[in-house]
């Protein structure tokens, strides 16, 4: 049976999530189905760490490239590219059929939209964050563990935390959460990963420490406490149940 | 001994870069909060809202537990507890 992970963003975690995704797939022996879905282009700034992409690749959409180079390296794999950006309009069909979806988009609102329609349709997340030298990753199992909006009420209003263009990203780092992504995910689509439920796990670049922290359910939260069905909200985009 | 407080690295340029803080008298999260603000003006408005409560895109965790499923602001604190501010982060 082909199962269909959904790569949020392929920029420096979802290029090294998908690579190592495909290769985990092959090894593991599972059929896989990827879509990539992201509607920006290739700036020269991202190819030190968007390691998909070479100097060619500038201003041709990311999906396409990185399908491109994803068939060639890993043809046993199923490649999607959705040249569209994840919101209350697209987020239905993007996710129709999904088993896994992996975030590692640059967006907070992005992020909390995805983590409500994944848990009102029961979908398993796999959250990346890099910023800094920081790195973050949490499992999102619907109806087993904890959410994003357990561990943060919300987004923060613009401006208020620092972004990638300010803070920059440590490239390194980015290949650590994301490789840390797709072993997470293979874990989801091999059905191994109870315990994984509600696991927050931070890195330090500039230590080289993780830890790893459970974040226990909320019974008040608006997307996956005890009322929370079919619950929209707006800082997110309100995007429903699919 | 002194409660521990683990910065997180967008909260560094605050705290002169220090990665960790110790505290002699904090009791609570709250007085550790304030305690910080005092020593490193700018932090409280990164952690706290206008009215005083934790920013719903930051936590803080005491040891491993999620202060939010505590009693907040309000969790006690004690010898060799450890105090970890975890903010909300999106780059990707």
Redesign the interface.
């Known amino acids: 049976m082909t199962q269909t992970a959904v790569i949020l963003?392929v920029?420096?975690?979802?290029c090294p999530a998908a690579l190592f995704l495909c290769e985990e797939a092959r090894v593991a022996g599972f059929s896989l189905r990827l879509l990539l879905v992201d509607d920006d282009r290739v700036e020269r700034s991202n190819l030190s760490r968007q390691i998909l992409y070479r100097e060619d690749d500038v201003g041709r959409l990311k999906v396409v490239a990185a399908g491109r180079r994803l068939s060639k390296s890993a043809p046993w794999v199923e490649i999607v590219p959705r040249p569209v950006r994840f919101e209350a309009s697209t987020s239905a069909q993007l996710l129709r059929g999904a088993d896994v979806v992996l975030?590692?988009?640059?967006?907070?609102e992005t992020?909390f939209a995805a983590n409500d329609a994944c848990c009102n349709s029961g979908i398993p997340l796999v959250h990346?964050?890099?910023?800094?030298?920081?790195g973050?990753l949490l499992a999102v199992l619907p109806r087993v563990g904890s959410c994003l909006r357990c561990?943060?009420?919300?987004?923060?209003p613009p401006g208020?935390?620092?972004?990638?263009a300010e803070?920059g990203?440590l490239t390194p780092l980015c290949g650590v959460v994301g490789a840390a992504m797709a072993a997470l995910a293979s874990r989801i689509l091999r059905g191994d990963v109870a315990e994984a439920a509600g696991r927050?796990h931070?890195w330090?670049g500039?230590?080289g420490r993780q830890?790893a922290?459970?974040?226990?359910r909320?019974p008040g939260c608006p997307t996956c406490g005890a009322s929370a069905r079919a619950v929209r909200h707006p800082s997110s985009g309100g995007i429903p149940c699919p | 001994m002194p409660v521990t407080v683990k910065i997180?690295?967008?909260l560094r340029p605050l705290t002169q870069g220090q990665?960790e803080v110790s505290l002699e008298n904090a009791p609570t999260v709250k007085a550790a909060v304030e305690e910080l603000s005092r020593r490193y003006p700018g932090l409280r408005e990164r952690l706290l809202d206008d009215k005083g409560a934790l920013?719903?895109?930051?936590?803080i965790?005491r040891n491993?537990e999620?202060i939010?499923?505590g009693k907040m602001l309000d969790t006690s604190l004690g010898a060799e507890d450890k105090l970890?501010i975890?903010?909300?982060?999106?780059?990707?």
């Open positions: 963003g920029g420096g975690l979802g975030d590692g988009t640059d967006s907070f992020r990346g964050a890099v910023l800094g030298w920081r973050q561990l943060f009420e919300g987004p923060p208020s935390l620092p972004s990638c803070a990203v927050l931070t330090e500039a230590s830890r922290i459970t974040v226990p909320d | 997180p690295a967008p990665a920013r719903r895109y930051v936590n965790f491993d999620d939010r499923h970890t975890v903010p909300a982060i999106a780059g990707g």
